[in-house]
């Protein structure tokens, strides 16, 4: 197979070139990834087995942080063991079917982990704003309905970007130069109008984003509010330290992905290779980190892992002696 134009409506395979400058350094690149990658997966799936397991941890705030964790998982595993796979094995093709595919998972999980962020920064509000409704507002039915939303919100948002990509005539190359599939990236390789791709990939999402900071950034003002009022010592000091770890997580997940968006539309001498390196470490890092964050903030959360490990040591001792 040659990697030269193609003449057909829908080529077989794309080929991603991984980090295009950049190619004698693919293996080295991969260890700090494959480190990253490992950390994440691990973290996430530590905090959802601690958050199932430990029933003082079956509260909304905990649930929203084990959809975050998953969303989490998804979205590094939707790319980084491709990335890994042209770096370690020169396996650079990718079906076209596996790139749309691709393509829906990524933009998916972005903009549902928006809208968890956007449930906890409400769970918080009515924790520290209304703390005597609490229960009554955020009902295990409500959560329920809350997560339903965001899923089929995300998914609603999305979904068209497949037809949008099916519908393009693709007869010029099947080259990627990026290390996973992204909407715009792949639309370009097509001989046809893709101004409908580009509004609705870069409008759409990204006003339900700012939607999501908006409200946000106005339920955190809210509860600053409150905090500040408090003439308890103890309790402004327990209010921030309950909205430290998701204040940082929010950042983490804002500042890069709105640095990487300016990039793309105004970092024009910016090379490429600065670019999909940029993207590689989102999709990556954030999800390494969040675990990392709420197990040195959340103490319910170290207890849990605690008592977890020495729960695993026991159990290792056991199977030892026997």
């Known amino acids: 197979m ?12 794309f080929i991603l070139l991984g980090i295009p400058g950049l190619e004698a350094y693919h293996v080295w690149l991969s260890v700090p990834l494959c480190l990253m990658y490992s950390t994440a997966v691990l973290g996430n799936s530590i905090l959802i087995v601690v958050i199932i397991t430990e029933r003082s941890l ?3 705030m905990y649930f929203f942080l084990s959809m975050l964790a998953i969303t989490d998982i998804l979205l590094s595993t939707t790319t980084v063991p491709k990335a890994l796979a042209i770096f370690w094995l020169h396996a650079h093709d990718i079906a076209f079917e596996a790139c749309v595919t691709q393509v829906f998972f990524v933009h998916m999980m972005f903009v549902g982990e928006s809208a968890i ?4 920064s409400f769970d918080r509000f009515v924790a520290i704003c209304a703390p005597l409704h609490y229960t009554t507002v955020l009902t295990w039915s409500t959560v329920g309905r809350i997560a339903l939303a965001i899923v089929t919100r995300s998914f609603c948002i999305i979904f068209p970007v497949i037809f949008l990509l099916k519908r393009l005539p693709f007869c010029r190359t099947n080259i990627i130069p990026h290390s996973y599939c992204e909407h715009i990236g792949v639309a370009r390789l097509a001989c046809a109008d893709i ?25 955190y003002s809210l509860i600053l509010q409150v905090v500040f009022r408090l003439t308890s010592q103890d309790a402004w000091h327990k209010a921030l330290n309950t909205c430290g770890s998701h204040l940082c997580v929010v950042l983490m997940f804002y500042v890069p992905s709105f640095f990487t968006l300016l990039t793309h539309r105004f970092g024009h001498n910016i090379p490429r290779h600065v670019h999909i390196l940029l993207a590689d470490l989102y999709v990556v890092v954030p999800p390494m980190l969040n675990p990392i964050v709420y197990g040195v903030k959340t103490k319910q959360i170290r207890e849990g892992v605690a008592h977890r490990f020495l729960d695993f040591k026991a159990w290792c001792c056991a199977s030892h002696l026997g």
Not at 117 to 120: P, Q
């Open 2 to 13: 040659t990697h030269t134009n193609l003449t057909v409506f829908h080529p077989e395979v």
């Open 58 to 60: 079956h509260e909304p």
């Open 117 to 120: 962020l956007l449930a906890m």
């Open 195 to 219: 101004t409908v791709n580009i509004w609705y990939g870069f409008s759409v999402p990204i006003v339900m984003v700012i939607l999501d900071v908006t409200l946000i950034a106005v339920s």
